[in-house]
């Protein structure tokens, strides 16, 4: 189970009198008291106050407003968590982050100084498993890195050294251990206030290519830019290496295989930008003509099966690579929409659920929206909520914890997750018709029960398999997986 910090909805409610509040912070691991510990006390009426535990990690707030309250808790090295107490007398305990240590050698065994090593933590998205960047440390002379503070988890380390080298033949960056892909990498987990130690890898040369090419734009324009992103799962892509080109020239240095070129500039309040993919083999390439394009207006609309209003609330975007975000402004446009390949989210529509989205007679609810050609697609994107709505209710057989109801088959954005309130209750609204799978955690990452096919392999009889009739009610109880 994935270690995380717990935020509780459910405010608690003090008394018509002033009252007090004590409590402790614990070392989850050991369960020693952690002093000097950050706690913040935050009413509904009145400004926040911190205290500061004591040695034997006990903290006190006196004459406390009547109102709903939380606390927030936080100590150098620990995880912060956010808790509402239900009683008088508070037990925190907050999580240790972890130590990852190693070294980095190349071909020859002679360490590399100056490189830099990232701990790349792994999480879930509409597109799947993707990796970012977390941590970092650089090599010192001996070669050896070490990143404090890493949160208890699964991780990735990559390792992007220095070039000092000609550009012909340079280093890649590595995975652990010691592979050019993250594919190929072997992931770490850490336990929570555990120190790993000797991962060890080392770095491999390859031959690098050159592209050089003119950006073509108008006379009088600032921020030219070219340069180079890879493609991700799903049809996405990340960013690479870039270069300014003040004068329209550039040359890239690129390793062999596709890359997405780009280029971009600005003049007074326009802006234009291009991408292209292209293949890269084991020979320099020349004359490359970069054009970019102004951005374009995307139509969009969303509308109710059946009629009714719009959620005032609702967000809408079309999300791009680098989490680019273009809005839909007033259910008519996407403005100023650069090429680019899009997922569109929508958020904020309860009570409705998202029905579909068709770009004319193509389903692309699960799909990714291609404008790399720079024009406007054929028709609006079509965003249908649904109103005949389900609703269920319940409480946990102990505890509090996060309830997720999981849909059949391959409709991920009718997954539903809510958070119980102090007493172990939870109500979720906004369901789209269907059968589900009930699941209440104590713990547990959202984003990977959503996108991670693989995560409910573990839990095969976890939880309870539901049925959700349009507009129809259910009330339901749960047990805990921990």
Do not use: C
Not at 409 to 427: C, E, I, N, Q
Request: glycine share 12%.
């Amino acid at each position: 189970m994935k270690y995380l910090s717990v935020l509780v909805l459910a405010a608690a409610t003090l008394s018509a009198q002033k009252a007090s509040l004590e409590g402790v912070v614990l070392n989850s691991v050991t369960n020693q008291p952690l002093r000097k510990a950050v706690i913040t006390l935050n009413t509904s009426n009145k400004p926040p106050r911190a205290a500061i535990s004591g040695s034997d990690g006990r903290f006190e707030f006196l004459n406390i407003e009547p109102g709903d309250f939380s606390l927030n808790a936080s100590a150098a090295g620990f995880g912060q968590i956010w808790i509402t107490p239900g009683n008088e007398k508070v037990v925190i305990k907050l999580v240790p982050h972890g130590v990852v240590t190693g070294r980095l050698v190349d071909e020859e065994g002679d360490p590399v100084r100056g490189a830099s090593v990232i701990a790349m933590g792994i999480r879930y998205t509409p597109l799947g498993r993707e990796v970012s960047g977390w941590l970092n440390d650089r090599t010192d002379d001996r070669g050896e890195f070490r990143i404090v503070d890493v949160p208890p988890g699964k991780y990735y380390l990559r390792a992007d050294p220095p070039q000092t080298g000609p550009s012909s033949d340079r280093y890649v960056p590595a995975y652990y251990p010691s592979v050019p892909d993250v594919v190929g990498g072997t992931p770490i987990l850490l336990a929570p206030g555990q120190e790993l130690s000797g991962l060890n890898f080392s770095f491999r040369k390859a031959a690098f290519v050159k592209i050089r090419g003119t950006l073509i734009a108008p006379e009088g324009g600032a921020k030219l830019e070219a340069g180079q992103m890879t493609a991700r799962a799903h049809g996405m892509l990340s960013g690479g290496g870039s270069t300014p080109a003040s004068d329209g020239k550039f040359e890239l240095a690129v390793a062999p295989g596709v890359v997405y070129l780009y280029g971009k500039w600005e003049l007074g309040n326009k802006r234009a930008s291009t991408l292209f993919p292209i293949t890269v083999g084991t020979a320099d390439i020349e004359g490359i003509e970069l054009r970019p394009l102004p951005p374009i207006n995307v139509a969009g609309r969303v509308r109710i099966a059946g009629g009714g209003a719009i959620p005032p609330a609702i967000w809408v975007h079309l999300r791009g690579s680098d989490n680019r975000v273009f809005p839909l402004d007033s259910n008519t446009f996407f403005r100023e929409v650069t090429p680019d390949r899009y997922r569109l989210t929508v958020d904020r529509m309860e009570p409705f659920y998202l029905r579909s989205i068709r770009l004319g007679m193509i389903d692309m609810t699960e799909s990714v929206i291609d404008l790399l050609g720079g024009t406007p697609p054929d028709g609006e994107i079509l965003i249908e909520l649904g109103s005949d709505f389900g609703e269920v209710e319940g409480s946990l057989s102990e505890g509090v914890g996060m309830v997720t109801l999981i849909p059949e088959g391959h409709l991920k954005h009718h997954f539903k997750s809510v958070r119980t309130d102090a007493a172990g209750r939870f109500r979720v609204v906004g369901l789209a018709p269907g059968r589900y799978r009930a699941i209440a955690w104590e713990s547990v990452d959202v984003d990977q029960v959503q996108y991670d096919p693989d995560f409910l392999k573990a839990y095969p009889s976890a939880g309870k398999i539901i049925e959700v009739e349009p507009n129809g009610r259910l009330t339901i109880r749960l047990g805990v997986e921990r």
